[in-house]
């Protein structure tokens, strides 16, 4: 029993079983022993992202920054918002290759991190603090009230919000609630705690087959509509591994696709270690989609990462991917962590790009050429 397993079993006994994205929100966010809010010690013994693969990722990310810039109409402030910032390793990066090669573009970036735990806010303003002197950086536990102009950027986040888990039992759809029992958690299947499940289904047309498993989730839609109502002119950039609706609940998902992941490994254990493990499901693109435009956000684009990746770094046959200096062999290996980056049968395909924005003109990004 861990620290937090303890916490959540003493709750269960006093008031009840609870549904799941509380458990969820708990083992990741609780701010002592939430997985994601300690520092950032195991995490890469667990995970890595395209942030940990090479800094091309967070350069090309910068250009396209830099030209929704310039589609705005080159405001004297550009915030950039990062959702879910970390340590600050991809801001640093950003901020890093702008200062160098994007002068201009530097000059109006307001950079705000925004991270829930203290402990990586620390660090972040530690990784980007030259920055930070300059007034283009600052670290925060929220999103920014009003963003005037500018750009939401997230990598692997909303694949961590807090799902509702639904199964279809005997015709009728039902919640599947945490419970601590003989001295550990189950599940339990229940009538559903809110009407706002079934209506995140039938918004999206989606019908669950008998014995179905799947994830509703509201968080996300919650997320994007507030996201959509702070900002004023812009984007949304979301990067993560997910699908479309259509895709997402077809009978290829019957057990729908939480999973929780430690030391590099997948599974369906999701009460093993609270606190301890990582929990993740399939980002629902469709979801995202219909709430952003509820808010006011247009969708621009929808590609793979391979494809956007490769859209923006053909421009100058990714000559952002060295440094000066480097060996030949250090090269052969930059080009590597890129096909890593890019390759279909792994990042490439595994992560999608949805772009959406809001008061600007039908300009299209050069990242989403190629849809």
């Not at 890019?342 to 999608?352: A, S």
């Amino acid at each position: 029993m861990t620290p937090l397993a303890e916490l959540l079993a003493d709750r269960i006994r006093r008031f009840g079983p609870i549904t799941f994205a509380n458990y969820m929100r708990e083992c990741l966010y609780h701010p002592v022993h939430g997985y994601y809010s300690k520092v950032e010690a195991k995490r890469f013994a667990d995970y890595y992202t395209s942030v940990d693969v090479h800094p091309i990722f967070a350069r090309l990310l910068a250009r396209q920054f830099a030209e929704m810039w310039e589609s705005l109409g080159r405001p004297a402030e550009f915030v950039l918002v990062e959702a879910g910032a970390g340590v600050g390793r991809f801001a640093s990066q950003v901020l890093d290759f702008c200062e160098a090669k994007l002068a201009a573009f530097y000059g109006a970036l307001r950079y705000v991190a925004v991270e829930r735990s203290a402990a990586r806010r620390e660090q972040a303003t530690m990784h980007a603090k030259r920055h930070a002197a300059a007034g283009h950086f600052a670290s925060s536990a929220e999103v920014p009230a009003r963003i005037a102009a500018g750009c939401f950027f997230s990598n692997e986040l909303v694949d961590a919000l807090p799902v509702h888990r639904v199964v279809m039992d005997s015709g009728v759809m039902k919640e599947v609630f945490a419970d601590f029992r003989d001295g550990k958690f189950v599940d339990v299947v229940a009538l559903v705690s809110t009407c706002a499940i079934s209506g995140y289904f039938a918004a999206q047309g989606i019908g669950l087959i008998e014995g179905q498993h799947a994830e509703a989730g509201l968080e996300a839609c919650d997320w994007i509509s507030e996201i959509g109502r702070r900002l004023e002119r812009g984007y949304v950039l979301t990067i993560d591994y997910g699908h479309p609706a259509a895709d997402l609940f077809d009978d290829h998902h019957m057990r729908g696709t939480l999973l929780a992941y430690q030391n590099h490994r997948a599974s369906e254990e999701f009460y093993a270690s609270p606190g301890e493990q990582d929990l993740t499901a399939h980002v629902n693109f469709t979801a995202l989609e219909l709430w952003g435009k509820r808010s006011g956000l247009e969708t621009a684009g929808f590609t793979s990462q391979r494809a956007f990746l490769l859209a923006l770094g053909q421009g100058n046959e990714f000559a952002d991917l060295y440094d000066e200096g480097q060996s030949e062999a250090e090269r052969t290996k930059a080009r590597l962590q890129l096909k890593t980056l890019i390759h279909p049968e792994g990042m490439g395909e595994r992560f999608q790009v949805l772009v959406q924005r809001k008061g600007v003109s039908g300009s299209q990004l050069t990242g989403l050429a190629g849809i």
